[in-house]
């Protein structure tokens, strides 16, 4: 049984997450955690005065978001067939967002966090929200991030850019074979570097240990020469017909410019491409 968290504001953004997440998951026995986090500072500002803070309960606070994660419960009910293998519980609370999520993943012992990449107060122009970006970084669970245009597809073709940097423990890269054995997919390792450098010895190591480890799986590597990383990577997605782009979190120099600081107006896969960050 997985425990999957699902971070939601009501926006489209975060409905177009949770359809992802049923389909994706569709085959796979899974209590699903709807979780709405009301701000208390928010909540005031905006409902009662200053002077009224000290006397609003966490009740209160969370009272308007349980019916409308209700609501959210009844329009999955009515948009998707019943599926035995799904339960579904939802979860309000007033916090600080990443404090909140950090809770849930303990107590509920989460294995994945799905989210939408922006919510309903991001602006249109970033790749990734504040809150998808401060849980990526900040929370040490598999998330997985879906863009407001990404529809569902069976990730057949998985992406794993990396630098051959880090280490990658088994129960890091596990999700990764999960997606493969369920999906019958192929795991693309991706490497960009300057013309005419060469692996240094870790690096040759890291890699030797990625080729062991996918041994029983589908994979191939992939070496590409160019000068903005992030535009090897809209090639390589154009050209393998990419479903799924996975990162290591800790592998901080792929990690950033490609989820964070994309610099050319003709990169989209952010747009279109789910992410899974690993921990």
Same mark, same amino acid.
């Given at each position: 049984?997985?425990?999957?968290?699902?971070?939601?504001?009501?926006?489209?953004?975060?409905?177009?997450?949770?359809?992802?997440? $049923? /389909?994706? *998951?569709?085959?796979? %026995?899974?209590?699903? =955690? @709807?979780? !709405?986090?009301?701000?208390?500072?928010?909540?005031?500002?905006?409902?009662?005065?200053?002077?009224?803070?000290?006397?609003?309960?966490?009740?209160?606070?969370?009272?308007?978001?349980?019916?409308?994660?209700?609501?959210?419960?009844?329009?999955?009910?009515?948009?998707?067939?019943?599926?035995? $293998? /799904?339960? *579904?519980?939802?979860? %309000?609370?007033?916090? =600080? @967002?990443? !404090?909140?999520?950090?809770?849930?993943?303990?107590?509920?012992?989460?294995?994945?966090?799905?989210?939408?990449?922006?919510?309903?107060?991001?602006?249109?122009?970033?790749?990734?929200?504040?809150?998808?970006?401060?849980?990526?970084?900040?929370?040490?669970?598999?998330?997985?991030?879906?863009?407001?245009?990404?529809?569902?597809?069976?990730?057949?073709?998985?992406?794993?850019?990396?630098?051959?940097?880090?280490?990658?423990?088994?129960?890091?890269?596990?999700?990764?074979?999960?997606?493969?054995?369920?999906?019958?997919?192929?795991?693309?390792?991706?490497?960009?570097?300057?013309?005419?450098?060469?692996?240094?010895?870790?690096?040759?190591?890291?890699?030797?240990?990625?080729?062991?480890?996918?041994?029983?799986?589908?994979?191939?590597?992939?070496?590409?020469?160019?000068?903005?990383?992030?535009?090897?990577?809209?090639?390589?997605?154009?050209?393998?017909?990419?479903?799924?782009?996975?990162?290591?979190?800790?592998?901080?120099?792929?990690?950033?410019?490609?989820?964070?600081?994309?610099?050319?107006?003709?990169?989209?896969?952010?747009?279109?491409?789910?992410?899974?960050?690993?921990?």
């Amino acid at each position: 049984m997985k425990n999957i968290l699902i971070p939601t504001d009501f926006s489209e953004n975060s409905w177009n997450a949770i359809e992802y997440a $049923l /389909h994706f *998951f569709s085959k796979s %026995s899974c209590n699903f =955690y @709807l979780l !709405h986090v009301t701000t208390k500072n928010t909540f005031v500002e905006s409902v009662v005065s200053p002077s009224q803070t000290q006397d609003i309960s966490s009740e209160t606070l969370t009272q308007p978001s349980k019916k409308c994660l209700q609501d959210i419960i009844k329009r999955i009910h009515e948009s998707f067939p019943k599926n035995p $293998l /799904h339960r *579904f519980f939802a979860v %309000s609370d007033s916090n =600080y @967002l990443i !404090h909140s999520i950090r809770e849930q993943v303990a107590q509920k012992k989460i294995h994945l966090i799905v989210m939408g990449t922006k919510g309903s107060t991001d602006m249109k122009k970033l790749p990734i929200g504040s809150n998808a970006g401060n849980v990526i970084t900040k929370v040490k669970c598999a998330t997985m991030v879906i863009p407001e245009n990404a529809k569902y597809k069976a990730p057949k073709e998985i992406a794993f850019p990396t630098d051959f940097s880090i280490f990658y423990r088994p129960e890091i890269l596990q999700p990764i074979i999960d997606i493969v054995e369920t999906n019958n997919a192929s795991v693309n390792v991706l490497h960009v570097n300057r013309k005419g450098v060469e692996l240094n010895d870790d690096q040759q190591r890291n890699k030797d240990y990625l080729d062991d480890y996918f041994i029983n799986c589908n994979h191939s590597f992939h070496f590409l020469t160019n000068t903005h990383l992030e535009d090897a990577v809209q090639q390589f997605v154009d050209d393998r017909n990419i479903n799924l782009i996975t990162m290591l979190a800790k592998n901080l120099n792929y990690f950033q410019k490609i989820l964070f600081h994309p610099t050319s107006n003709e990169i989209s896969y952010y747009k279109n491409v789910p992410f899974l960050i690993l921990h």
